[in-house]
């Protein structure tokens, strides 16, 4: 156990002398005091007090700052009274005087304390001038003293400034809620509105030209010249540990969704105290505090003290470096240290040296430390040869952990464990595919027995004792053997399973006559057998309501029992880890959303074709269709619960526990999207089109009043919302249709390129919304008299006739005994006229659309003649849907006068 001893000055336990009184740690030392005092006897003071300091003082000024403690270090383990109790120990001081110290340290006033800031650079602030750039400095005040502001200089024209200015502000003794406030600020020049003028040219973007003309405007009118805030930020000095650091804050502005850029500082905790003093205390603490540390390591209360009597000091990074350097090599001379420990010192400090950035009397201390080092660093030198890496006696000692020399332990005891089931389970060796899977399947049960066994009684003292999860590191053992062992055979079982063919959910194919039993292959999962239970389910279902009180059948009741028993497994099961949990649960999710679209398939064929009618050709609905769509429905509902009960929630909850809640969302979002795959199978009602309202009406109200009787109240809504929405658009279709049939007539006529009917000549415009049609000729007319001539006559329709119900149908005057016609009048159809005049014989008919009419002022004579060939309706498939609308009476003329016109 090491002493505390000083090798360096004297350290008494008399009374204190006047020089020390003066050179009291409370601002005795302050340069700002000693501006009238010469160096020189500055210097003699400082030297008389370290040669005159005595542990007493040292341990005063130690219980003065966990007093005043800075930073945010001070946490629950290591508290104020735990730091007292830890430097009464390190100290030897008993407890009358560590009492009387403790009263002195007590009523000393506070320190002056200082927050250093060094404001380093700032990157993608927010452009505030025209030019798309900024001219930005940084404001820095604390929020209890906003008088007092601190300005760094300007850095004109970028949006990522570099800086690297310090500044010092002196806080109070409570800073629990006090604010470093940080804002960054855009400079605006006292320019006049001719040199703003001249800055159009440098305007970048439309925003870049309203900031300008907003500037010329503020300028021209009131003559202000305000720098323009980009950010600002806060920083709680309750939130800033005792060793300080080095942070990038977001800068926010009100009403500003964005960051309007990042800052960058350090932030550190000092005192004014004579830079000698300091180092000394420094150094001789690091002495006391070494008695329990290793390479640089010290307890939590040792590091605890050595950060607070920096920060409180003030020592720099290097001062702190340089006073290990020169107390580990004292040490290192009767306690052999890491030399690593010196060199990554030796990095701190060589650069510092370089560059004269070290005092006299530091640099002095350095080569003295140095000294005491060289001998030991020779002497490894010379033995060099002795410390081969090759050489055999040499072995280095692993670095191991209790919690790695548990595992390894539990990982041999499994291993022995293993190899005796091996042994004993070999016997009868069966070379058969069917002996090798029994022979897995033994194994594999008693390596499951033992992880039970684990669980149950050896876990939870492992885990009480040492904290070690032993049923986990003896699974993950257990598991990677598995794995080897049974990985080649299972490998060479699936090359030999043949193929079972299962497609939409209906029949099995396999090849037939195979001896092999495991020709069966995969219908030996669960999900299979639970698709071959539901299926006989809905095969068994006599569609009758199994209780008077409800309103499903059989196959409903059926297929949740199957559900029920999945549950009952796996809550049987109870598996313990938490993230393979969340992988089965989705797993069985999975298949149960598949059994219920399964279920909806085979609920849907099993009642099709029902409700047709042989005779009508039209649907009814029956009890047994209402039956299904409520079967489908009910079991759709127990989706929900079901997850529920399979503790889907809780597992939720521990990934969120372990991991963390950015990690549980995304699960839960993906059991949701498993959940929702499962497709709501419903009853699709067919339509019959009909241009009869009251028949329609009454076949929508009989086959709803069964509806109505036969589904629940929710299903009936939905049922009648999907109803009402085909109605809507067949009856929408229909009436389209109908509206579109003269066009489709004009198509089909415009497709006759040769007619044996003759052709026929016009000419048609459009003029100011007057339709002029000219009948020119007709050419190579149909003969229709005895006498192979025909009276030929026009007649103009314009259709569809709704349209056109006051318009004349006017028709031309009558050629008798032609078959080549001038006409020279107006068109539609042409008819033949016999001599006597008692009956129109029809010959053909021709079309055009109004969009194939031009539109002009010229005369008709100047038009190109259209030339059309006449031609007969051919569909026979629309006449013969009309004829069997024996009810619609307009169905019935239509037809009466097709007949009469085709002489039929």
């Keep these: 156990m090491m002493r505390p001893c000083m090798s360096e000055c004297n350290l008494t336990n008399g009374h204190v002398t006047p020089v020390q009184a003066v050179l009291r740690r409370k601002k005795s030392l302050s340069r700002l005091n000693f501006r009238g005092i010469k160096k020189d006897e500055l210097q003699r003071r400082t030297s008389m007090y370290l040669a005159s300091m005595t542990i007493d003082e040292l341990y005063c000024e130690i219980l003065f700052e966990i007093l005043h403690n800075v930073g945010c270090d001070i946490s629950y383990e290591v508290g104020q009274t735990a730091l007292f109790s830890y430097a009464q120990d390190a100290f030897k001081i008993p407890n009358d ?237 009767s306690h052999a240290l890491n030399l690593a420990l010196f060199s990554n010192l030796l990095d701190k400090l060589v650069k510092p040296l370089q560059v004269g950035g070290v005092s006299e009397e530091d640099t002095k201390l350095f080569w003295d430390a140095t000294k005491k080092l060289l001998p030991s660093c020779f002497s490894i030198i010379r033995r060099i040869r002795k410390k081969s890496l090759t050489e055999k006696a040499m072995v280095k000692q692993d670095e191991r952990t209790v919690p790695t020399v548990l595992n390894d332990a539990v990982a041999q005891g499994a291993n022995d464990w293993l190899n005796h089931i091996l042994e004993n389970n070999n016997n009868k060796p069966d070379s058969s595919n069917v002996g090798k899977l029994q022979n897995m399947i033994q194994i594999i049960q008693l390596v499951r027995s033992d992880l039970q066994k684990a669980i149950e009684f050896y876990d939870k003292f492992f885990q009480e004792i040492v904290n070690f999860q032993f049923a986990k590191a003896l699974y993950v053992f257990y598991q990677a053997r ?78 949740l029992t199957i559900f029920y028993q999945v549950k009952v497994f796996w809550e049987q099961l109870n598996w313990p880890d938490v993230e393979s949990c969340y992988t089965f649960i989705a797993k069985i999710i999975d298949d149960i959303c598949r059994c219920c679209v399964f ?20 649907f009814e609905v029956t009890p047994e269709w209402c039956l299904a769509i409520n079967n489908i429905d009910y ?103 109908n509206i579109e049939v003269h066009l489709e007539l004009a198509n089909e006529f415009k497709k006759v390129k040769d007619s044996q009917l003759g052709e026929i000549s016009v000419r048609t415009k459009f003029e100011e919304n007057i339709l002029t049609i000219e009948v020119m000729n007709a050419r190579n007319l149909l003969p229709m008299d005895s006498n192979g001539t025909c009276d030929a006559f026009v007649r103009l329709h314009l259709l569809p006739e709704d349209k056109f119900s006051n318009v ?25 006229k016999d001599l006597l005049g008692y009956n129109n014989q029809y010959i053909g008919e021709a079309y055009i659309s109004f969009k194939d009419i031009e539109d002009t002022s010229q005369s008709t004579s100047v038009l190109p003649q259209i030339h059309l060939q006449l031609a007969r309706p051919t569909e026979k498939n629309s006449i013969k849907a009309l004829e069997y609308r024996q009810g619609d009476k307009q169905a019935k003329e239509f037809l009466r006068k097709l007949k009469q016109r085709m002489g039929s």
């Excluded at 004349?808 to 033949?832: A, C, G, I, Y």
């Design 97 to 333: 005087k560590h009492r009387y110290l403790l009263e002195l340290a007590e009523k000393k006033e506070a320190p002056d304390r200082m927050i250093n800031v060094e404001v380093i650079e700032a990157k993608d602030l927010r452009p505030k001038d025209s030019n798309g750039m900024s001219d930005p400095f940084v404001t820095l005040y604390l929020s209890s003293n906003m008088s007092h502001r601190y300005n760094t200089s300007v850095k004109t024209m970028t949006l990522n400034p570099v800086w690297e200015e310090h500044f010092a502000l002196p806080i109070t003794e409570n800073t629990a809620d006090e604010n470093l406030c940080l804002e960054v600020w855009d400079f605006d020049p006292a320019e006049s509105v001719k040199e703003k003028l001249g800055k159009i040219f440098d305007v970048k973007g439309v925003k870049g030209m309203r900031k300008l003309v907003k500037e010329i405007a503020v300028t021209a009118t009131t003559g202000q010249h305000e720098n323009e805030l980009i950010g600002r930020a806060k920083i709680p000095l309750s939130t800033i540990p005792a060793s300080g650091m080095t942070m990038w804050y977001s800068l926010d502005k009100k009403n500003k969704i964005n960051r309007q850029g990042v800052l960058k500082v350090r932030v550190t905790f000092s005192s004014e105290k004579n830079n000698q003093v300091a180092e000394q205390e420094y150094r001789h603490l690091l002495r006391i505090v070494a008695v329990n540390w290793w390479c640089g390591t010290f307890t939590p209360q040792g590091e605890q003290l050595l950060t607070q009597h920096i920060a409180q000091s003030g020592l720099t990074p290097t001062e702190v470096a340089l006073c290990q350097y020169y107390v580990y090599s004292s040490i290192h001379q």
């Design 635 to 737: 079991v759709r509902e127990t989706l929900e619960p079901f997850t529920r009960d399979l503790g889907m929630d809780g597992v939720i909850h521990k990934i969120g526990e372990m991991k963390s809640p950015v990690e549980a969302q995304r699960c839960q979002h993906t059991l949701d999207n498993v959940i929702a795959n499962a497709i709501d199978t419903g009853a699709e009602l067919g339509d019959q089109d009909s241009n009869s309202c009251d028949r329609l009406m009454m076949y929508v109200d009989n086959n709803l009043s069964t509806l109505h009787r036969e589904l629940n109240e929710e299903n009936f809504s939905r049922t009648l919302e999907v109803v009402w929405d085909m109605l809507n658009g067949t009856l929408g279709e229909i009436i389209q249709s």
């Design 482 to 559: 598995i794995c080897i062992l049974c990985e080649p055979d299972v490998i060479e079982i699936c090359k030999n399973l043949r193929s079972l063919r299962y497609s939409s959910y209906n029949d099995l194919t396999k090849e037939e006559g195979s001896p092999d039993p495991l020709a069966e292959g995969t219908s030996l999962f669960e999900l299979y057998l639970a698709l071959q239970r539901i299926e006989k389910a809905v095969e068994l279902d006599k569609l009758v309501h199994v209780d008077s009180n409800v309103k499903y059948s059989s196959s409903a009741v059926d297929t």
């Design 599 to 618: 279920y909806a398939d085979k609920m849907s064929a099993r009642v099709e074709g029902m409700g047709d009618t042989q005779d009508d050709k039209k």
């Design 808 to 832: 004349e149908k006017p028709k031309t005057k009558t050629h008798n005994r032609t078959q080549f016609p001038l006409f020279d009048e107006t068109f539609v159809f042409v008819k033949d």
